[in-house]
């Protein structure tokens, strides 16, 4: 179970860098479009998930006799929710460069959110 939620925190790291990063490179183009804004949000909204999902993980003492399965389940709900913020800003993004661009990217993102409900998520979410 620790190596699970090791594992867990690492790869919400990893999100959380790669969401910082695609939000700095953003502020820094100088681009007047809407849909600037709207990526500014999803990204810090993907970056806060993964960076607090990566912390709560990685500070669970599993020695101690706390309620690990409802902190748990609390870090999964902000891990899914900086993958739906992710996966949506980098749809968006193409919008950034043209109307072509923009279809393409949004068609692979929502493609993606199926994928990612679809087959993946499916397995452990239960909707009852």
């Known amino acids: 179970m620790e190596d699970s939620i090791r594992q867990l ?6 999100l959380g860098g790669f969401s910082f ?5 953003l502020l820094t183009t100088g681009s007047q479009k809407k849909i600037k804004f709207w990526l500014v949000i999803m990204l810090m909204i993907a970056s806060m998930g993964f960076l607090l999902s990566a912390l ?11 309620d690990l399965q409802s902190h748990h389940q609390m ?9 739906l913020a992710i996966i949506s800003a980098l749809g968006m993004s193409g ?25 993946i998520l499916s397995k452990y979410i239960s909707i009852t």
Do not use: C, E, P
């Open 75 to 83: 870090l999964v709900r902000l891990l899914i929710l900086g993958l």
């Open 9 to 14: 925190a690492l790869i919400s790291s990893v």
């Open 56 to 66: 709560g993980w990685s500070l669970m003492d599993f020695n101690r006799g706390h």
């Open 95 to 119: 919008w950034l460069y043209d109307r072509k661009t923009g279809i393409a990217t949004s068609a692979i993102g929502l493609l993606s959110l199926f994928v990612l409900f679809v087959f």
């Open 21 to 25: 990063t695609f939000l700095s490179a």
